[in-house]
């Protein structure tokens, strides 16, 4: 099904100049078709629903296309002006539904670098996609939990009752790049799927925890420092931001160094090299 070759019509190259950005012309671009993903279940025990391979063929349109697997394609791209769901109606899924694929028509502007991988292509050799997308819903197809939001106990590719386990993507959230690989993911299109989604708000939960703590560490020697600093003009700290806080912290120091050493501070402040701090009244 990929590698197959496209006739350039002016309603293709029509299609490719939206994206392209001089105006091309027929014979300076190489057209060719890439299966992206479909909704069989793949060696991960993971299938795409058929409403995210619909989301994922507005996604992918205008994405670039990577080769980088081997040194001669290295560096070269391709982008998808064009998607299309396929339906093949005599071909059944794992699981026994229609098989339905997501195919991305793609366009190469001809140069002499580039020959030899277009040769390939028309060759059949290099059918192997990977797409790189996330998901918002991960459904467990024995129980319907989603393990996007904690999922279950149930475990891929094992049988419950004589039902497989297997993931449902849906809810597709963002296509980012495909790109040509050696080693394919799913039975037929090769593709390995990128879940940033959920292990990104994780990385950014824990960061945000980290700073809420040292904003209120911020606040708490804010307050101490404000104590002993004579011209200091009470402000409130609660909404300041992690800049802003630091910022108060520091002048707040210098002011009362320059009020201990001009005679007038109520007190010191001493800074560890551990980032705490302490102030003593004198
Ligand atoms: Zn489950």
């Excluded at 890439?34 to 995210?52: H, I, K």
């Amino acid at each position: 099904m990929s590698g197959e070759r496209i006739g350039i019509t002016e309603e293709v190259l029509e299609k490719i100049n939206g994206y392209a950005v001089g105006k091309l012309k027929s014979e300076q671009v190489y057209c060719f078709s890439v299966l992206l993903c479909d909704n069989d279940v793949d060696r991960d025990y993971e299938r795409f629903s058929d409403e995210a391979l619909d989301r994922l063929a507005v996604m992918f349109r205008g994405r670039t296309g990577i080769f980088d697997h081997d040194h001669r394609s290295r560096g070269q791209t391709a982008r998808i002006y064009d998607t299309e769901v396929r339906s093949y109606p005599d071909r059944k899924t794992m699981d026994g539904r229609d098989y339905r694929a997501l195919m991305g028509f793609a366009y190469m502007v001809r140069t002499e670098d580039n020959k030899s991988l277009i040769a390939e292509i028309e060759g059949g050799i290099k059918k192997e996609v990977s797409v790189g997308c996330s998901v918002a819903k991960r459904i467990c197809s024995v129980c319907g939990a989603d393990g996007a939001k904690g999922g279950c106990n149930h475990i891929k590719g094992r049988s419950y009752g004589g039902k497989l386990c297997y993931v449902e993507l849906d809810e597709p959230m963002d296509a980012y790049e495909w790109s040509f690989v050696a080693v394919p993911a799913q039975r037929a299109a090769g593709v390995t799927k990128v879940y940033g989604e959920r292990e990104v708000n994780a990385e950014i939960e824990k960061l945000r925890a980290a700073q809420e703590q040292f904003c209120e560490e911020l606040r708490g020697d804010i307050i101490r420092l404000g104590c002993f600093v004579k011209s200091y003009d009470i402000v409130e700290v609660e909404d300041m931001d992690i800049f802003a806080l630091m910022e108060l912290k520091k002048k707040l120091s210098r002011q009362l160094r320059e009020e201990a050493a001009s005679g007038k501070a109520a007190g010191v402040a001493a800074e560890y090299d551990s980032g705490e701090m302490e102030a003593f009244r004198v």
